[in-house]
């Protein structure tokens, strides 16, 4: 059965090959760019991502380019890093063939998710954290060592710096440290304390960085203003609806979840249980990461299909446990024969799954729509002039990013402006793009029609005050496929 699954891995890793930077990659680019360009974080882009978002695409564009396959190399290299992880925590558990599955589990689920989920920040977490919960472990075998809680905090804060969620692993965790050096005699304070001081690493560098430009003051308004109390509620979905939207959603988790419960039943007895408990509590703070992010988006599901992934190749070990050895091997048998047809049946969806999303048809469309915006935007707005896009990742800014053209606002996307509509902070986010649009109109406004959460045009009926001056100084040049360019008018 590996090696069918090695080789839907591989087939499934060289068609993903051709895809194109989409969905919310070049969003990051772009604000990499900017970043590039002398632009500092929240003062001149108002984003809701933390700094250590804006970091791993400004290193892939100075390290390998802003191309699409340049984004396919870090996105394979880093699933790749993923899964050796993956081997490495559960081999001394789970034996090689009990390891590979777990690694090639997880590098299915990945590529079976398509284009859009390529480098999303709640997969780029998954390394960090599995690097944390490896540190714990190998703490804990070997009488309470502080080199690995210090490494593993430190991937861990670098997580925290991508998605502020992984601070719940972090407390759990700080206690499972201090845990393993009490459990050696040793100081539990002093293991706390080692991982603490690692997590602190990347936060403090990605915030020293933002004080040095002028940012820190913007952040904290950008997070206390509006990410924290009003952006949570947005677009929110009922989670058991949200699992159905995604091709095959229900039957894929429910068999990665069933081969984990299978793979922490058939592990319960081995001698060394902590990789076991920290990968059952990983699987409830991905739990905790899909349901509290209310959003509903496929990615967010990335952390707990890592904690499955991970207890299910407990359950595909072919080697006896200590109970086998004491004389039930008779009764794993039953336990290996549904291990492997639940790992069967679930490689099975995940290839109907990636066949179905190697080539999906709106991806290619997608594609399509940015070469044209960007075709039509190069002969309205020529170089050295700016650019409004409204909209949130239907391709707007990804078509500025390829001809290299800034906005008049900080605004990177619209959506702001279309909830909670009556409330002070909204009404100012509104007040500062209409004024600055006012006071140095761009070359070329483009409305995107499908946007989140509030798609079709008919949006700006809302936004009076942008609706005025679409009307006053601006001419409907072109309408494409999914968009709207609307080009100042000259003269006075």
Avoid at 231 to 240: D, Q, T
């Amino acid at each position: 059965m590996h090696a069918g699954s090695a080789a839907l891995a591989v087939y499934l890793g060289w068609r993903s090959l051709g895809w194109p930077l989409i969905h919310d990659a070049p969003l990051m680019h772009y604000v990499a760019w900017l970043i590039g360009q002398g632009a500092v974080p929240y003062r001149d882009v108002f984003d809701m991502n933390l700094p250590g978002v804006y970091a791993v695409h400004v290193g892939v564009l100075r390290t390998l380019g802003a191309g699409d396959l340049a984004w396919r190399f870090f996105d394979l290299a880093w699933l790749l890093a993923t899964a050796v992880l993956l081997w490495a925590y559960c081999r001394p558990v789970a034996g090689g063939a009990g390891a590979a599955g777990a690694a090639l589990l997880f590098a299915l689920y990945h590529l079976a998710g398509g284009a859009w989920r390529a480098g999303q920040r709640d997969f780029l977490l998954c390394l960090l954290v599995l690097a944390c919960a490896y540190g714990v472990a190998r703490s804990w075998e070997s009488a309470g060592a502080l080199g690995p809680l210090l490494l593993g905090g430190a991937a861990l804060g670098a997580g925290m710096m991508l998605k502020p969620q992984a601070g719940l692993l972090w407390a759990a965790w700080t206690v499972a440290a201090a845990a393993g050096r009490r459990r050696a005699g040793r100081s539990g304070l002093g293991g706390a304390a080692t991982l603490v001081a690692g997590s602190l690493v990347a936060p403090a560098l990605a915030l020293g960085w933002l004080a040095w430009r002028g940012g820190l003051a913007p952040f904290v308004e950008v997070l206390g203003g509006y990410v924290l109390p009003l952006y949570p509620h947005v677009g929110r979905a009922l989670w058991w609806q949200a699992i159905g939207w995604h091709g095959h959603g229900w039957a894929l988790m429910a068999l990665l979840g069933a081969l984990a419960a299978l793979g922490a039943w058939t592990a319960r007895r081995e001698p060394s249980r902590v990789r076991m408990w920290l990968a059952l509590s990983g699987a409830a703070y991905g739990a905790v990461h899909f349901l509290a992010q209310g959003k509903g988006w496929e990615y967010h599901l990335y952390p707990l299909a890592l904690f499955l992934c991970l207890l299910a190749g407990l359950a595909l070990s072919p080697r006896p446990t200590l109970a086998a050895a004491r004389g039930s091997l008779r009764a794993l048998r039953p336990a290996r024969v549904a291990a492997a047809v639940l790992l069967a049946a679930s490689v099975v969806v995940l290839g109907v799954k990636g066949v179905e999303a190697v080539d999906a048809p709106w991806i290619a469309a997608k594609e399509r729509m940015v070469t044209a915006l960007a075709a039509d935007l190069e002969r309205v707005a020529g170089p050295g002039t700016t650019v409004q896009v409204m909209d949130t990742t239907a391709g707007g800014i990804h078509a500025l990013l390829r001809l290299g053209r800034r906005e008049p606002t900080r605004f990177l996307y619209d959506f702001h402006f279309f909830h909670d509509e009556s409330d002070p902070r909204i009404q100012a986010l509104r007040a500062e793009f209409a004024g600055r649009l006012a006071a140095a109109p761009p070359a070329a406004i483009v409305v995107m029609q499908d946007t989140w959460p509030v798609p079709g045009y008919e949006r700006l009926d809302r936004f009076p005050e942008v609706a005025r001056l679409l009307a006053d100084r601006y001419t409907l040049v072109r309408e494409g496929e999914g968009y709207r360019i609307h080009a100042k008018r000259r003269g006075p």
